[in-house]
């Protein structure tokens, strides 16, 4: 997983259930270049912590968008077991009609380009921050058991667009508003003096 920060994201191309619960059988990532994209990766439809984590995205899916950042799902189930999913209330263990696509990884090539196939034949819980160049910027991946933070995907998209905007580099816990500090030994040293004495 680790080996994707800084390449290219890999491309593919397979079905996807859009949305408007219609399903495009060639949903492809590359129509996605000049927009910041969220691609994560869940184990199964139908389980317990992937729904927490996609009805999370689904909330906070209006802000990504404000930052123009399209959050994508992909799992090994098929485009029916993620429509069948959308379709089922929250109440009775679906996720509802959210609003973004979820691609069907049946053959589990994306789930294996990615790094995060299990030999078990489902995928960790990776999640990956692609620029609008469609590199690879930020991953990070959790056991099955872990379900991930949404607010920290957020934060990485805030980072990452502050970064390209103004040249700062962004220390730990850095968040919109707060004080960055130049790339260089002196702005390091002038961040520092200032927030760790």
């Known amino acids: 997983m680790s080996f994707l920060v800084t390449r290219k994201a890999p491309d593919f191309s397979a079905t996807a259930v859009m949305p408007d619960n219609s399903m495009k059988p060639d949903f492809n990532l590359a129509e996605y270049r000049g927009k910041y994209v969220i ?7 139908f389980t317990f912590v992937c729904p927490s984590e996609i009805l999370a ?7 990504f968008k404000t930052k123009n950042c399209e959050i994508i799902g992909v799992s090994i189930d098929s485009q029916f077991s993620h429509w069948a999913w959308k379709n089922t209330p929250v109440a009775q263990g679906g996720i509802g009609n959210i609003q973004f696509p979820l691609v069907a990884d049946l053959d589990k090539n994306i789930s294996r380009q990615y790094g995060v196939l299990l030999e078990a ?3 960790l819980r990776g999640t990956f921050l692609i620029d609008r160049d469609g590199i690879v910027r930020h991953a990070v991946v959790n056991d099955l058991p872990l379900g991930r933070n949404i607010g920290e995907a957020l934060r990485m998209v805030d980072a990452l667009q502050f970064h390209e905007k103004h040249g700062d580099v962004c220390p730990a816990n850095w968040e919109e508003g707060k004080e960055a500090m130049k790339p260089t030994a002196i702005g390091v040293a002038d961040y520092l003096s200032k927030h760790n004495g």
């Open 121 to 123: 034949g489902m995928a």
């Open 57 to 63: 995205f689904d909330k906070s899916l209006p802000e």
């Open 39 to 45: 691609l994560f990766f869940y184990p199964l439809d």
